[in-house]
């Protein structure tokens, strides 16, 4: 897939909706965004769930380790995750509340509760977050992963994140973050590409002070 190509439509969308927008676009260039549309709503909860609150670094050496318990499997099955032992669980590096949602994921999965990736596609965003949530452990922000990155839904924007809210702070030359529920509004403006705006948004560096001024 060309990226280029594929997203020119949101990239210059956002580019004329401001000069702030105009600039990052310049500065971090073609948007590449890269879902993984082959995965299953239960693979994609689980591996967000690895991933939560960690670097991509550690989330994917624990989706390695994770991995490694079940040779032979490109990635382990509802029932695999079901019938493992909490403490074997353990050594691959996931926490204690983790494992207990990974466990839940797996159950919910085998129960009808969480979707075939046909069956998701069928439904609206909304929906497969009210439904997924009910999972202890799992929250909206997991949802929206598989979302963006499994569904390839295109209006996606992770509101709750920390680096989509400081990305904006930076844009916008904020003293302060905005909070999601002002997140959510101004958003509105974005739509139907927020998902490239989030990709934008995580992109903002952020070392060297605001080098979009």
């Not at 239960?42 to 690895?50: D, Q, S, T």
């Amino acid at each position: 897939m060309n990226f280029h190509t594929r997203y020119d439509e949101s990239v210059a969308f956002l580019a004329s909706h401001d000069d702030d927008w105009a600039r990052l676009i310049d500065l971090i260039g073609p948007c590449r965004h890269d879902p993984k549309a082959a995965r299953e709503p239960y693979e994609a909860l689980v591996r967000a769930i690895a991933y939560q609150q960690l670097t991509a670094k550690a989330g994917d050496a624990i989706i390695g380790r994770l991995k490694g318990l079940f040779e032979g499997r490109d990635f382990p099955t509802p029932e695999d995750l079901i019938a493992m032992e909490f403490d074997t669980l353990r050594t691959s590096g996931f926490s204690v509340s983790k494992i207990a949602t990974i466990k839940a994921i797996a159950q919910g999965t085998m129960d009808g509760l969480i979707p075939t990736r046909a069956v998701a596609a069928t439904m609206d965003d909304e929906t497969l977050i009210e439904r997924m949530v009910t999972i202890k452990g799992v929250g909206r922000w997991t949802v929206e992963m598989l979302l963006m990155y499994s569904l390839e839904r295109m209006d996606v924007l992770p509101v709750d994140d920390f680096g989509v809210r400081e990305g904006y702070r930076v844009l916008k030359s904020l003293p302060g973050q905005p909070k999601p529920k002002e997140l959510r509004e101004i958003s509105k403006a974005w739509s139907p590409h927020r998902t490239v705006a989030a990709w934008y948004l995580w992109r903002i560096p952020r070392e060297r002070g605001n080098v979009l001024a």
